[in-house]
């Protein structure tokens, strides 16, 4: 949520912000709207005065036998105008609040400005991919001939969408999962197990709502939200509430499904892992001084590259462009890890700076050194989305003899196994 005191004094700077992100705004309706505001709450004021000066005439203008119908017909025209300019109030503050909750957040200084992805920028590459004498092999195909994937009968199960993992392919996902979680706490993050459905505030908090509504799974008999992202829950738990300069940064580290209305609808975006309703994923939360906060963006996506690296999966760090941003950050590098038979990158973390956005929005706040009550700021990061490392993985160290060689770091969660072959008996 920006300030509304930010964007009364900084309007034009408020409108470059948001023409960057390429978004439409009511910016204007908005800055009259908090001029009709103020104005009413004014006159609302200055009435109730005028009427509490008069009551207090009332007893003594009785006292001194004095007639006070005039001055009781006047205070009762001031109640009824007091209660409409009231009402006019409320209806201005809802309208208002409305209004504020679809603004995003404003892009960052740094933030390369274009209109969409094609103006994202290529900050780094890590890892090069080493062409085999054979043709890689899709990732479905591999798994589901390996028994590690089973797309048949999970459409069976809930449709189009969605994955099972059998066999070495469960325990390759619990595996990852079970890396991911321990290569973050080594790096200071303290794991957390968090709730799986969360209150509509929550995913207002994060930013989710009231964008995103018709992406979201809800269950409308309680106005719960299946989460899209372990964030959601883990950015909430300190909603309400005042740390102290000394509690940070916080840093948290929590796995979960996903659920996630969207998916590709046509091509190879609807083959295999991905794009798909349900999947795992490790995030990265932190709540961080105001002053470190970019320090603390480029730590947090590092922590996200380690596990790429380790894996040995070759990818490459964007910084993305203004129009590529998502609602609530104000600057985001996409982590895209090379998959050779889909012959394009693909996502697997999005690292994001939220400045004071999404504390705002939850009511968070932490007292500084001087004592003054202050906004943090948040950062999450996929560290990382479990489809598509997976389709990266399976893709990349593949062999000519239809294995999958499993990278060094993985392999003492899985019983020092070396290759993924075909299940026993085939």
């Not at 949520?1 to 900084?10: A, C, N, P, Q, T």
């Not at 003594?60 to 006047?74: F, H, M, T």
């Not at 899209?228 to 796995?255: H, K, M, Q, W």
């Not at 996506?301 to 040995?312: G, I, M, N, R, Y």
Request: proline residues 6%; glycine residues 6%; aromatic residues 6%.
């Amino acid at each position: 949520m920006l300030d509304l005191k930010f964007i009364r004094s900084e309007p034009d700077r408020v409108r470059r912000g948001l023409d960057a992100k390429n978004v439409s705004h009511e910016l204007d309706r908005i800055l009259a709207l908090d001029d009709e505001r103020r104005s009413l709450l004014q006159s609302v004021e200055t009435r109730k005065a005028e009427r509490n000066r008069s009551s207090q005439d009332v007893p003594r203008l009785k006292a001194e036998g004095k007639d006070v119908s005039e001055l009781l017909a006047s205070m009762k025209r001031l109640a009824d105008q007091i209660k409409e300019s009231d009402a006019r109030l409320k209806e201005t503050e809802s309208e208002l609040e409305t209004l504020l909750s679809w603004v995003p957040n404003l892009p960052h200084e740094s933030v390369p400005v274009g209109p969409n992805a094609t103006a994202n920028v290529e900050v780094r590459r890590w890892g090069a991919y080493q062409a085999p004498s054979f043709r890689p092999r899709p990732h479905w195909e591999i798994g589901e001939e390996l028994g590690l994937l089973d797309f048949r009968r999970a459409a069976r199960l809930s449709g189009s969408g969605f994955a099972v993992f059998t066999g070495l392919g469960a325990r390759l996902r619990r595996a990852l999962i079970r890396f991911m979680l321990d290569q973050h706490a080594r790096d200071g993050f303290l794991e957390v197990s968090v709730p799986y459905l969360v209150r509509r505030e929550c995913m207002f908090g994060t930013g989710q709502l009231p964008k995103m509504e018709e992406d979201m799974y809800h269950c409308g008999v309680d106005d719960l939200f299946l989460i899209p992202t372990a964030e959601v829950p883990i950015t909430n738990l300190y909603r309400d509430e005042v740390l102290a300069e000394s509690d940070l940064p916080v840093c948290l580290v929590g796995e979960s499904p996903c659920f996630r209305r969207e998916a590709g609808t046509y091509g190879k975006e609807t083959r295999g892992l991905v794009r798909v309703h349900q999947f795992d994923k490790v995030e990265m939360v932190k709540i961080v001084d105001p002053a470190t906060s970019y320090d603390e963006l480029e730590s947090l996506t590092a922590s996200a590259e380690k596990v790429l690296q380790a894996l040995e999966l070759p990818y490459r760090v964007l910084a993305l462009a203004s129009g590529d941003l998502s609602f609530a950050a104000a600057k985001c590098y996409d982590l895209e890890a090379w998959a050779p038979a889909e012959d394009r990158w693909l996502e697997v973390s999005s690292c994001s700076n939220f400045e004071s956005f999404q504390a705002r929005r939850i009511g968070l706040r932490y007292r500084n050194a001087a004592g003054k009550l202050e906004y943090p700021h948040t950062l999450n990061g996929s560290g990382l989305a479990l489809p598509r490392v997976l389709v990266a993985l399976l893709e990349v160290h593949q062999t000519e003899r239809g294995t999958v060689r499993v990278p060094a770091a993985l392999r003492p969660l899985l019983d020092g196994l070396e290759e993924l072959g075909p299940p026993p008996g085939d």
